[in-house]
């Protein structure tokens, strides 16, 4: 295993998402526990932003009842490597549902940040599209530089779901870009923006 392979890898995890939330428009978005949550964060503290504080491996799986209750809008979830691995069997619940409505990007850094920049699974011989495209996701892959990912973009944003897109970034520490640290006041938040007076407080 090379260690230092990702940090080889072209592109830079806010670049990445600045680029794929830049055109969101009123998409929902879930971020993932840890750098994912800044990283959206970073791009901009929006009331349709559900950034996770805890709940490691449960992203996608909220993504999904996102994506079945509400079906006319589109519902990203961006979360990193390390908490995907710890969700694996979530993929196999959306191929099984089939949201039309769902796009998963996975911020690869072979890295789990928060604890110490320790090699994750992604570094050895797991790859996280293969998975999910085993699972049944019907549009699946893997993008290492800027080329790739200017391809994607637009299935990330449009493309009948559900999609899975495995980004290799670059590993680096950041600066932090926290948002709201009150789940309550987050979880209000993102209901009323998203159902307005139909919201139940």
């Given at each position: 295993m090379d260690s230092n392979r990702s940090l080889h890898y072209p592109l830079h995890r806010r670049e990445v998402v600045e680029q794929v939330l830049s055109q969101r428009g009123t998409m929902l978005v879930v971020a993932g526990l840890g750098a994912?949550?800044?990283d959206v964060s970073a791009?901009?503290?929006e009331a349709l932003n559900f950034p996770l504080w805890g709940a490691m491996g449960g992203a996608v799986s909220i993504g999904l009842g996102l994506a079945l209750a509400q079906p006319s809008r589109r519902v990203m979830v961006i979360t990193g490597?390390?908490?995907m691995l710890m969700g694996l069997g979530s993929l196999a619940t959306v191929a099984v549902q089939s949201p039309p409505n769902l796009a998963i990007?996975?911020?690869d850094n072979e890295r789990y940040g928060e604890t110490g920049m320790q090699t994750t699974h992604t570094a050895d011989k797991v790859d996280l599209a293969?998975?999910?495209s085993a699972s049944g996701i019907p549009t699946c892959g893997t993008i290492k530089d800027h080329?790739?990912?200017r391809s994607?973009?637009?299935q990330i944003l449009a493309e009948k779901g559900p999609v899975f897109f495995n980004i290799k970034v670059c590993a680096e520490n950041l600066p932090l870009v926290l948002p709201p640290k009150d789940g309550a006041f987050l979880k209000d938040r993102f209901r009323l923006a998203l159902l307005g007076n139909n919201a139940a407080c």
């Open positions: 994912p949550a800044w791009v901009g503290d490597d390390g908490e990007v996975v911020l293969s998975v999910a080329d790739g990912l994607v973009l637009p």
